[in-house]
């Protein structure tokens, strides 16, 4: 039997604790390095009444937007030009993409166009947007939802444009509150869209 003495039990134990420490070290870091929750978009409902579905096929373009809005982040409007990303919240996906998707359900849960695509599939007409705004306003406490549209006929030709936007409140501007209030503005733009679209084709 070999013995030890206090010095060099004190050795042999130290390469433990350094392991031990730097294990704890990573696993700070790796709760640090953490991103936020992702949530996702709801489509706006069906429950548009009995109406006569349009025999035409539209696609639907992913929106266009600024760099400021072409990512997963919550904008967050300060006042005035001055803008920031919410803390705490991430969209699932690219918002242009997430909305895109969720604009072709929004048709499809309305049933009043025969079929709703994506570009590259045979269609009739075309609908192309740009998302100018989708962002929390924290001076006013409220979330701001505004979109351009476009339809697109044969040959490129513009049939007919508008814009549309959606406001509402988000108390306290915590991240739920803020992506609660941006999922009921988005469905209520979407919906308006939908309603805008359907007769013109």
Do not use: H
């Not at 406001?167 to 209520?188: F, I, M, W, Y």
Request: with cysteine; aromatic share 6%; proline share 6%.
């Amino acid at each position: 039997m070999i013995l030890l003495n206090a010095n060099d039990r004190a050795r042999a134990r130290f390469p433990f604790a350094l392991c031990a420490g730097a294990a704890a070290a990573l696993a700070l870091s790796a709760c640090a390095a953490a991103p936020p929750p992702a949530f996702d978009l709801s489509a706006a409902p069906g429950g548009y009444g009995a109406r006569q579905a349009r025999r035409a096929q539209i696609a639907v373009a992913e929106p266009t937007a600024l760099p400021l809005l072409d990512s997963n982040r919550i904008v967050v409007r300060q006042g005035g030009s001055e803008v920031s990303y919410l803390a705490g919240a991430q969209w699932a996906e690219r918002l242009p993409a997430l909305l895109q998707a969720r604009l072709i359900a929004s048709f499809q849960n309305a049933s009043l166009i025969r079929a709703v695509v994506a570009p590259g599939l045979l269609a009739d007409y075309e609908l192309r947007s740009q998302l100018r705004r989708f962002e929390y306003d924290a001076t006013r406490g409220a979330v701001e939802v505004e979109l351009a549209a476009q339809i697109f006929g044969a040959a490129g030709r513009i049939v007919a444009g508008k814009i549309f936007a959606a406001t509402a409140p988000a108390p306290g501007g915590g991240p739920e509150a803020v992506v609660a209030a941006l999922n009921v503005a988005s469905a209520d733009a979407m919906r308006q869209i939908v309603l805008w679209t359907a007769p013109k084709i």
